[in-house]
């Protein structure tokens, strides 16, 4: 249960270098990761509100539920949400500015770095536009509605880790159950059910430093335990969680991972990104 990274910056910003006099220096800019082969060179789409027209005129309507701060002049962009066999799943779309300098390389760029850990994130993509599709196995069905490819993402193998012994309880019948705990210690406020089986919260907002957490139960301590070694696998992303049962709960603050741990009878497994 990784925490899940919010948007990249649009494509079209790309990784901008700028000299002491305050403009763009091409020649310190780094290589741009060119956009995968086999991706079509359409169709085209004006803004990220015309890709969501088009999922709508092909029998996947998508509702509108956050749009990113970017300059039209660059690019657009937004997240949605569909639903498919009674799963809701979100289409996070990103469509750059035809008239930038470059636009498929930039678009490529961007998908470069969502394909890899920790993100590796499953895209569609086209044209001048791409999309990280957060529930994987309907990726096809979206690309086929947008003309698109679907990109896997890189492959990463988890190393099996040591684990420390987790306690057998306690164990909770629900989401709303462990946040119910995690409240009585250091809050749980704000509380969200989130795409694939997770719940986020606030903590900390009693002692005026909020931050957020990710709750999540497993159904075998062996699920459990991948979830955990996935959390502390990746260098440079430090990471503290608390576990027991079938339980997880990965804590943005990672200074309170004792208490957390005290207050619901689980153990801290962290990693310091090192």
């Given at each position: 249960?990784?925490?899940?990274?919010?948007?990249?910056a649009?494509?079209?910003?790309?990784?901008?270098?700028?000299?002491?006099?305050?403009?763009?220096?091409?020649?310190?800019?780094?290589?741009?990761?060119?956009?995968?082969?086999?991706?079509?060179?359409?169709?085209?789409?004006?803004?990220?509100?015309?890709?969501?027209?088009?999922?709508?005129?092909?029998?996947?309507?998508?509702?509108?539920?956050?749009?990113?701060?970017?300059?039209?002049?660059?690019?657009?962009?937004?997240?949605?949400?569909?639903v498919?066999?009674?799963?809701?799943?979100?289409?996070?779309?990103?469509?750059?500015?035809?008239?930038?300098?470059?636009?498929?390389?930039?678009?490529?760029?961007?998908?470069?770095?969502?394909?890899?850990?920790?993100?590796?994130?499953?895209?569609?993509?086209?044209?001048?536009?791409?999309?990280?599709?957060?529930e994987?196995?309907?990726?096809?069905?979206?690309a086929?509605?947008?003309?698109?490819?679907?990109?896997?993402?890189?492959?990463?193998?988890?190393?099996?880790?040591?684990?420390?012994?987790?306690?057998?309880?306690?164990r909770?019948?629900?989401?709303?159950?462990?946040?119910?705990?995690?409240?009585?210690?250091?809050g749980?406020?704000?509380?969200?059910?989130?795409?694939?089986?997770?719940?986020?919260?606030?903590?900390?907002?009693?002692?005026?430093?909020?931050?957020?957490?990710?709750?999540?139960?497993?159904?075998?301590?062996?699920?459990?335990?991948?979830?955990?070694?996935?959390?502390?696998?990746?260098?440079?992303?430090?990471?503290?969680?608390?576990?027991?049962?079938?339980?997880?709960?990965?804590?943005?603050?990672?200074?309170?991972?004792?208490?957390?741990?005290?207050?619901?009878?689980?153990?801290?497994?962290?990693?310091?990104?090192?």
């Amino acid at each position: 249960m990784k925490r899940k990274p919010r948007r990249f910056a649009s494509a079209a910003l790309g990784v901008v270098l700028l000299t002491s006099c305050g403009v763009l220096d091409e020649e310190k800019r780094p290589a741009l990761t060119p956009m995968p082969s086999g991706v079509p060179d359409g169709p085209l789409f004006a803004d990220a509100d015309a890709v969501v027209a088009a999922l709508d005129k092909a029998g996947l309507p998508c509702r509108i539920v956050r749009r990113g701060r970017t300059d039209p002049d660059f690019g657009t962009g937004l997240d949605c949400v569909s639903v498919l066999n009674g799963i809701k799943f979100e289409n996070q779309i990103d469509v750059i500015n035809t008239r930038q300098k470059n636009y498929r390389d930039r678009n490529g760029d961007s998908i470069a770095a969502r394909h890899k850990a920790p993100f590796s994130q499953t895209i569609v993509a086209a044209g001048n536009w791409y999309i990280n599709v957060t529930e994987p196995r309907f990726a096809s069905r979206v690309a086929k509605a947008l003309h698109g490819v679907v990109l896997p993402p890189e492959k990463v193998k988890i190393p099996d880790y040591p684990l420390p012994s987790l306690p057998a309880e306690p164990r909770y019948k629900s989401l709303g159950a462990l946040a119910d705990a995690l409240g009585e210690v250091v809050g749980c406020d704000e509380r969200s059910e989130e795409l694939g089986g997770t719940m986020t919260c606030t903590t900390g907002k009693r002692t005026g430093t909020p931050n957020c957490a990710t709750l999540a139960l497993h159904a075998t301590p062996a699920d459990r335990d991948r979830t955990l070694r996935e959390a502390i696998a990746y260098k440079g992303v430090p990471a503290t969680l608390v576990a027991a049962g079938n339980w997880t709960v990965n804590l943005c603050d990672y200074g309170l991972g004792g208490t957390v741990a005290r207050g619901l009878r689980g153990r801290v497994v962290s990693y310091d990104g090192g």
